[in-house]
């Protein structure tokens, strides 16, 4: 049987702590996460023909990932705040199964990861899509959000498979 690593953000007693990154050096780091959002067809055209009442919802959405990015560690109590050095969201509908895929990258030179700052920003830019258009469609279902890779660091590279 293998040994399950050690979590980072608990201390010998089993208590609560933000991990000390200060011993740790910086390196560039980037992760990327997705997610997808699932709604009618209907609601999808409005969005793509830029119709909602609202306004550009992938613009805002762009905007509302971007935010979420840089306030992490006010939303995940034990995050390090970070000087990010690029954030970027993609969009990509797809008309087939009437949804769209968020896709966030997120980049700093630092002693400690990014892959909080994307999961939480493809979040927020889905929630903002959801947010936008639930007048239109309450039944849309966020779906699929994961960590797709991440580079960087002391463990080196993560791909998602």
Do not use: W
């Not at 969005?47 to 609202?54: P, R, S, V």
């Not at 999961?119 to 889905?126: G, N, S």
């Amino acid at each position: 049987m293998t040994s399950s690593p050690a979590l980072t953000h608990f201390d010998n007693q089993g208590q609560a702590h933000m991990v000390d990154v200060a011993g740790k050096a910086a390196t560039h780091r980037i992760a990327v996460a997705q997610g997808r959002i699932v709604m009618n067809p209907a609601t999808l055209s409005i969005i793509l023909e830029g119709t909602a009442k609202k306004g550009d919802v992938l613009g805002i959405a762009r905007i509302a990932g971007i935010m979420a990015a840089k306030k992490t560690s006010d939303l995940i109590p034990l995050c390090h705040p970070l000087a990010l050095t690029r954030v970027a969201i993609d969009f990509q509908p797809q008309q087939d199964n009437s949804s769209i895929t968020c896709r966030a990258t997120v980049e700093t030179v630092g002693p400690t990861g990014v892959e909080m700052e994307a999961l939480t920003a493809v979040q927020v830019a889905l929630l903002t899509i959801y947010d936008m258009c639930k007048a239109a469609d309450r039944a849309m279902t966020i779906t699929d959000v994961k960590l797709l890779e991440k580079h960087g660091g002391k463990s080196g590279s993560f791909t998602n498979p």
